[in-house]
Nanobody
Framework: QAQLVESGGGLVQPGGSLRLSCAAS????????MGWFRQAPGKEREFVTS????????GYTDSVKGRFTISRDNAKNTVYLQMNSLKPEDTGVYYCAASRGYMGSNRLSYNYWGQGTQVTVSS
């Protein structure tokens, strides 16, 4: 079983940047695919991006393409989400998730979740 802990959230002005981190512990030797989801107040949790174990494959939801970049450092058991050109609609709690090979947007197919980190984009 893997444990995930997110960090790096905060308050940022529109157009600004944040870098989120997700540190994994526990059974991190398993080849987990990693993903980021977000949940705005009153809305369902939605897929943002995912990355394969090797880092060679990534996927993004359309609304963040060209602005967000996911990456991972397996030696540090850490996944990152670099968020640039942030917009107010990016506001929400961002969750890190791990799956055994699945890279899609169905949150039910992810096996492990972090507790989330708040991102607020506001002037």
């Amino acid at each position: 079983q893997a444990q995930l802990v997110e960090s790096g959230g905060g308050l940022v002005q529109p157009g600004g940047s944040l870098r989120l981190s997700c540190a994994a512990s526990g059974r991190t030797s398993s080849p987990y695919t990693m993903g980021w989801f977000r949940q705005a107040p009153g809305k369902e949790r939605e897929f943002v991006t995912s990355i394969s174990w090797s880092g060679g494959s990534t996927g993004y939801t359309d609304s963040v393409k060209g602005r967000f970049t996911i990456s991972r450092d397996n030696a540090k058991n850490t996944v990152y989400l670099q968020m640039n050109s942030l917009k107010p609609e990016d506001t929400g709690v961002y969750y890190c998730a791990a799956s055994r090979g699945y890279m899609g947007s169905n949150r039910l197919s992810y096996n492990y979740w972090g507790q989330g980190t708040q991102v607020t984009v506001s002037s």
